[in-house]
């Protein structure tokens, strides 16, 4: 088992809709959790950091964290063409443990 | 300020060559780690370095090795290529040895044939 799972997709909206993305870990020991937006032929942007549980809001992005479940999400509102990439989802444990686990990552297209 | 670069952007190798890949890290970063993106995968840590020294590595095989420079630019190696290390591969530098931070450059396509 991975340590985070996290449903490949592709995943197709119409403009506009609401989005949500998830991922799922096995690790208790993960402290730090990000969302990384990858386009094509480009390497990974962050996009959202959280540490531990709660919400955390940047403009039509918001990230959450449920520790007790073991589960991430990021929410994408009023989606745009422009947001049509991969989003991967990122953690590590406590400082001292510089890894970076990813899970595989999500393609999302928004339909115009 | 300039972003992290990786040279060259595409390569293609033959099975048992070796290869160096090219990493200059963002303006003021110390920390330079490598990962490598199999085709519909997540990045995969292979190592990181700090002040010269590696500083943590992966689950890969010795014939994957790397170096830092006093300008904190990084490479990375690959001896013995094999199929299966076909990829795109992706500097991520960082001030400290704290991952949230890390900016990534855009990859190196590495095809093995």
């Known amino acids: 088992q991975k340590e985070v799972e996290q449903d490949p997709g592709p995943l197709s909206v119409p403009e506009g809709a609401i989005v949500s993305l998830n991922c799922t870990y096995s690790?208790?020991?993960?402290?730090?959790f990000m969302w990384y937006r990858q386009y094509s032929r480009k390497g990974p942007e962050l996009l959202m950091y959280?540490?531990?549980?709660g919400n955390k809001e940047d403009g039509r992005f918001t990230a959450q964290v449920d520790k007790s479940s073991k589960y991430i999400s990021l929410f994408i509102r009023d989606s745009q063409p422009s947001d049509s990439a991969t989003y991967l989802c990122?953690?590590?444990?406590?400082?001292?443990?510089?890894?970076?686990?990813f899970g595989t990552g999500t393609r999302l297209t928004i339909i115009p | 300020e300039t972003g992290v670069t990786q040279s060259p952007t595409h390569l293609i190798k033959t099975r048992g060559q070796q290869v160096t890949l090219r990493c200059s890290s963002q303006?003021?970063?110390?920390?330079v780690s490598w990962y490598q993106q199999a085709l519909g995968q997540g990045p995969q840590f292979i190592f990181q370095?700090?002040?010269?020294?590696?500083?943590g590595r992966g689950n890969f095989p010795p014939r994957f090795s790397g170096l830092q420079f006093p300008n904190y630019s990084s490479e990375l190696n690959v001896n013995a290529l094999e199929l299966d290390d076909s990829a795109l591969y992706l500097c991520?530098?960082?001030?400290?040895?704290?991952?949230?931070?890390?900016?990534f450059g855009s990859g190196t396509r590495l095809t093995v044939v």
């Open positions: 303006s003021g970063h110390n920390t």
């Open positions: 690790n208790s020991a993960f402290q730090y």
């Open positions: 990122a953690m590590i444990s406590n400082f001292g443990n510089e890894k970076l686990t």
């Open positions: 959280t540490y531990s549980s």
């Open positions: 370095y700090y002040r010269e020294e590696e500083n």
């Open positions: 991520a530098s960082s001030l400290a040895t704290s991952s949230y931070g890390y900016t």
